[in-house]
Nanobody
């Protein structure tokens, strides 16, 4: 069984930085894509950033130029470096992955979420 384990959330002042990490643990054959989505109170879940196995990235418009996604394929880990944080970045951040399990099934996984709070 595969789990996505997130870390790195917390409280930060506006203008500050945080780095989120997410590791896919368990029986993983290969990861096609990993990324981050977020959901603020009363709002729909939205794309933050994704990265594919061949390092193609995609960012939500609201974070372009401020957030950077990267991955370590050897560790099945994705990172989200968040800079110039704004109060409107406050949300629960969810890790997401499309991967092939050890028994060769294509699966989609979500992490439990990590809270990021940006104070003004």
């Amino acid at each position: 069984q595969v789990q996505l384990v997130e870390s790195g959330g917390g409280l930060v002042q506006a203008g500050g930085s945080l780095r989120l990490s997410c590791t896919a643990s368990g029986s993983v054959f290969t990861i096609n894509a990993m990324g981050w989505y977020r959901q603020a109170p009363g709002k729909q879940r939205e794309l933050v950033a994704t990265v594919t196995g061949d390092s193609n990235t995609n960012y939500g418009d609201s974070v372009k130029g401020r957030f950077t996604i990267s991955r370590d394929n050897a560790k099945n880990t994705v990172y989200l470096q968040m800079s110039s944080l704004k109060p409107e970045d406050t949300a629960v951040y969810y890790c997401h992955s499309l991967l092939i399990t050890g028994d060769y099934h294509g699966m989609e996984y979500w992490g439990k979420g990590t809270l990021v709070t940006v104070s003004s």
